[in-house]
Structure formats: structure tokens, C-alpha cells
């Protein structure tokens, strides 16, 4: 009866992540969505809405959760009691960036293991800060986000409600 971890900034969560979600809840009792509070300024959404966006987004995924963290992922893991940590992979530099986060988290946290799950054909290109350029220059994005993402996006560089 395993408890999983998902951590990222989600900024905000598309339908690559919700797609790792979707698999990763097929493997463990429960998968915690952890959305990391960073003060980086390249973030658009803020704490509160990125972790409202993944909540409107995993209210069919019953036994996934969302909370949000500060610090490290593997101090969030222990907290939680989870020992998986789940991540994506896309093809590209995802895999040597897990690689060196992977080898550094291990040192971290011996008993938390790393599974990463291979992002489906459709959502290989996807990503948070691609999605955010194609959104501000009013690109279609319906099928690669949810509609209240969607939404929120609009809102945000648009001003339409
Ligand atoms: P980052 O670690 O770059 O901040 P995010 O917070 O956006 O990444 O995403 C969290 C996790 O989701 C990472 O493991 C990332 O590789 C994965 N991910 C992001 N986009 C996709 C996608 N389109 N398909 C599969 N996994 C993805």
C-alpha cells in the first residue's frame, strides 16, 4: 500500500502532467500532487491558483491529492509519508536532468525510490513554459490543457473572463 509523491511547479498543470497523474494513480494507494512554492519569477500562476488549477483537474482521480511544499521534495516525501517519487519523461534533456536530481535525491533520501513514467506520444512536445508562449500569443491550446486551465490562461494574459 504505497503513497506516491508528484512534485513540480505546475504552472500550470497541463494534460502531459495529468496524463502521468492519471497512470501514476493506477500504481499506488494514493499519489499526492506536491506543487513547489518557489518565489522564481518566471512563474505565472502563484501558489494558490496553480494548486486550485490541479485540484479542478483531479476530481475524477479519487484517490489523488494536492498539496503544496516548500523546500525540498524528498523533506515533502518524508512528510507525507510517501516512498515513491514520481516524475515524467520526455524526450530530450528530461532524462539526464531526472538522472542527476534522481542520483542527488537518493543521497538525500536512501528509502525513497524514483519511478518516472515515459509522457505519452501526444504530449511529448508539451510543456508548461511552451504552453505559455503559444497562450499569450493566442494559440489554440483546448486539447493540451483542461478547459479551466484554458480558461485561467485567458484570463491571465488576456484580461477575458
Ligand atoms: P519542472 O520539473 O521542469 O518544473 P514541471 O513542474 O512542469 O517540471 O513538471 C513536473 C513533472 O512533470 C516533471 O517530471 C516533468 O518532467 C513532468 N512533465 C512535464 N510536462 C510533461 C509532459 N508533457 N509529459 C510528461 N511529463 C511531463
Not at 518565489?39 to 488549477?53: G, M, P
Not at 493566442?138 to 493540451?144: A, E, L, P, V
Request: proline share 3%.
Amino acid at each position: 500500500m504505497i503513497i506516491a509523491i508528484y512534485p513540480g511547479s505546475f504552472d500550470p498543470i497541463t494534460n502531459g502532467h495529468l496524463d502521468i497523474a492519471t497512470r501514476a494513480a493506477k500504481l499506488f494507494k494514493r499519489l499526492i500532487i506536491g506543487v513547489c512554492e518557489t518565489s522564481s519569477k518566471h512563474l505565472l500562476f502563484n501558489t494558490e491558483e496553480r494548486v486550485d488549477l490541479v485540484m479542478q483537474s483531479i476530481v475524477e482521480l479519487p484517490n489523488v491529492g494536492v498539496e503544496s511544499f516548500t523546500g525540498l521534495a524528498v523533506d515533502f516525501a518524508r512528510k507525507v509519508g510517501a516512498r515513491v517519487m514520481v516524475r515524467g519523461l520526455r524526450m530530450g534533456g528530461d532524462f539526464e536532468r531526472e538522472f542527476n536530481m534522481g542520483m542527488m535525491n537518493k543521497k538525500l533520501c536512501p528509502e525513497l525510490e524514483l519511478v518516472c513514467l515515459m509522457s505519452s506520444v501526444e504530449y511529448q512536445f508539451l510543456s508548461a513554459s511552451l504552453l505559455k508562449e503559444v497562450a499569450s500569443l493566442r494559440g489554440r491550446i483546448d486539447d493540451i490543457v483542461p478547459k479551466h486551465v484554458a480558461q485561467a490562461l485567458r484570463e491571465k494574459f488576456h484580461n477575458e473572463l
